[in-house]
């Protein structure tokens, strides 16, 4: 599946003094999701300062991807505007970040040893692909992999933690993720973490669905939850002695 961009806009650059005339309400940013015509918008609005980072980075991996990702739940356009005058509601609209997603079911749960081999396999050849970009996804779950209703292919979606960049990474700006599902170096405060967090997350999605787990993911789990340094990189005939039993 390829990351699609047609017909995106180009994106306007961040207004600084429009975000301080404000009055921040939230110290992150507010999402809203939208249907229509088979496609899902994800609306981001930035309140203050703090998000501006995390939305530059946002819209820096949003630039990579639309090259083409095989994976990658197609996007159709992104487009940042300004804040704007509300007259309807007498408020104004803060600025906002508009990401248009080709719509897929969310991947909810695993029924059979032969689901979760697909997803792991899945995962490991997003892992490849992302590592040859320099970005790290940083949320993987299962919540966060579509299925194409028509196709049954997988896609990756929710990139808001994702960032460009495979090592040095700053804990400061994950600390809202839930520590449970995230690999715990990343909670260090003023530490650092790498991309072998997203090993950790897939590994512990492993963990989660141990019933539905045989041998081989068992021990692959176990490598993933190591600690950052002892963790595997993830390799071509690792993903193809997975594959023969899929």
């Not at 639309?66 to 804040?83: E, H, M, T």
């Not at 700053?170 to 973490?193: I, K, Q, R, W, Y």
Request: charged share 25%.
């Amino acid at each position: 599946m390829k990351f699609m961009a047609t017909n995106a806009p180009s994106i306007s650059p961040y207004d600084l003094q429009d975000i301080r005339k404000g009055r921040p309400e939230t110290t992150d940013w507010e999402r809203t999701i939208s249907f229509s015509g088979g496609h899902v918008q994800k609306s981001i609005y930035l309140r203050d300062e703090h998000t501006c980072d995390k939305v530059n980075r946002l819209i820096e991996v949003l630039s990579i991807l639309q090259n083409g990702v095989d994976g990658v739940q197609p996007i159709i356009s992104f487009n940042f505007s300004s804040s704007v005058a509300d007259k309807r509601k007498r408020r104004r609209v803060p600025p906002t970040l508009y990401i248009v997603t080709a719509f897929g079911v969310a991947t909810e749960r695993v029924e059979r040893t032969d689901h979760l081999r697909c997803i792991v396999v899945f995962l490991l050849n997003m892992k490849v692909a992302l590592n040859s970009l320099g970005i790290t996804h940083r949320d993987l779950r299962l919540s966060n992999i579509l299925r194409n209703s028509a196709t049954n292919q997988l896609g990756l979606i929710d990139w808001d933690d994702s960032v460009k960049g495979l090592h040095n990474l700053p804990n400061a700006d994950v600390a809202h993720l839930d520590p449970a599902s995230h690999a715990p170096e990343m909670f260090v405060e003023g530490g650092t973490h790498d991309h072998t967090v997203d090993l950790w997350s897939i590994g512990w999605l492993m963990q989660k669905n141990i019933t539905h787990a045989d041998e081989s993911l068992r021990s692959l789990m176990n490598e993933f939850m190591k600690p950052a340094n002892q963790r595997p990189e993830v390799t071509a005939t690792m993903i193809a002695m997975l594959e023969t039993n899929v």
